[in-house]
């Protein structure tokens, strides 16, 4: 075994020194960071297999005696996770242990994937050393990337049986609340780094992170005051708009800021009710899923606050397919999907596009596929720098192409944002089971000059 | 540089169905395995010996941080002590 300890922790990792035995060691590393301890052990170890674990695992007896017995007898497996179990003494405990259950069942039901559990698993070296090491700038997160490029290599994770490890869960909210803002900012900087289809098609699009160019005030103003135009041009729809007007009056008046605080607050409540108050256990646990999304949520906009969205130039002429734009050039959007083979993704029923500066006359052309039929059966008004396109400036054809003629008054006011204002489509209404409410499909867009 | 742990519990395998073992560990039943009783130390230092000349194929990373409520248990849960005595069990 290496134990691997940062030069901070010497003296405790001194301490230790007489529960090793003569075959194991303490190895320094500069840093307090769990990728970098284990690259360094990784390095270190002259082993073809490797068993990589967690400060708070404890082994359970047998449970390499177990590892060995799968690698001799299961000679192509390559990565095989452990059992695990909780010790659970403190209602803390036991949430925290129902919920890991739950989530690593999830990771093995499809279509979700299979990753490789930090806390306790069995590599071949030789795949490490294929897929590189650890990111120490994705903190807790970095295990969770490597096992994603593992699985997109086609490196499957199985179990190994019998080999079980016990583990030690927080005891406090405010110490699972430390994990999960550790794992969230780790997951904000992997996906500030890797490319943007690699992380959705493996962790999904949070819709804070491919919508943060609506955390910008101006933006979030632009789309109610184009929720408003909407509203005057078509009155008929003005009471279908008002469910998107509520949920985003609340970003375009708050501010980053008050969201972060309110959040902060929020989280101290339930820490102290989760904690201490009585409650039926299922209560208590929802409670704790409650508070587990508020604290993500809330480290992803603390990470948003200290990492603002680059100021983007907008769309220039040219067809972009859907997975080849960016943050900054369409907002309100959910995460990618496939229809037919082709990608697109669906818009809230507010969208925003934003077009570099021009001068002259252009044509917008929003590829839809027809997945929601002829987009102007729905479409509800298109809103520029604060005045409604009159209708006549919007045509669709028999493939569900949506065209917007912008003469050049409007496209030189464009680079403010082109929003679009849709019926909504909510598929819960027709009991499906998705909470979303969509607008616009969208598979490319394209701008084309106009003589 | 570490040695394997595969190497020992490989090592002590072959040491215990030679019968050359006598271990036991605090509050495990020996008998369940059949083992003859003795010191120790006697497999300890033959699971040594063999160890010494067995391949190493397993490494054990184990990083000292968020050690949690119990910083000692986990550490030594993983330490070749450990893995001779979950071995010699079964």
Redesign the interface.
Known sequence: ??????EA?RA??EA?QP???????LLPVPE???AA??NA??A??????????????????????Q??RW?ETNPDDRIGNFEFTHFSHKTVNQLVGRWYERTVAQWRTPPDWERAISGGF?IRKSLLDEVGPLQPAFAAFSPHAQSALLHSRGIKVVNVPGAAVLH?D??SMA?FYDSTERYMRGEFIARSQIDPVFMERYFGAPELWINRARLERGTALAMVRALIIAARTRPRRAAALAGAFASMLGSAAGGLRLRIALNRLWLAFYAMAIERLPMPDDTRFRQFLRSHQRAARLAQLEWLQENPVAPSAGLAEGRRAIDELGPGDIVGVYGLEEFGGRRFRWTEPVAMIRMAARQTACELRLETGGIRGDPLAFLIAVAIAGRALPRKYCTSDAKGTLTIHLPAAFAAAAKDGVVLVCDALVPARGGIPDPRALGLPVISIAINPLP | MAKSVHGTLKALRKAVVVAVASFEPPGDSIGQIGYSTGSSTSLRRAADIVMANSPAELTVIYPLIELREDTISPLRSWTRDQTLRASATG
């Open positions: 075994m290496i134990a691997v300890f940062a922790d405790q990792a230790m529960l090793l035995g003569p075959n194991d060691e307090r960071s769990f301890m284990l052990g990784i270190r170890a002259a082993t073809p297999w490797l068993v990589m674990t967690e400060g708070h695992c404890i082994a359970q007896p047998g449970c390499l005696d590892v060995m690698i069995a030690l927080e005891g110490e």
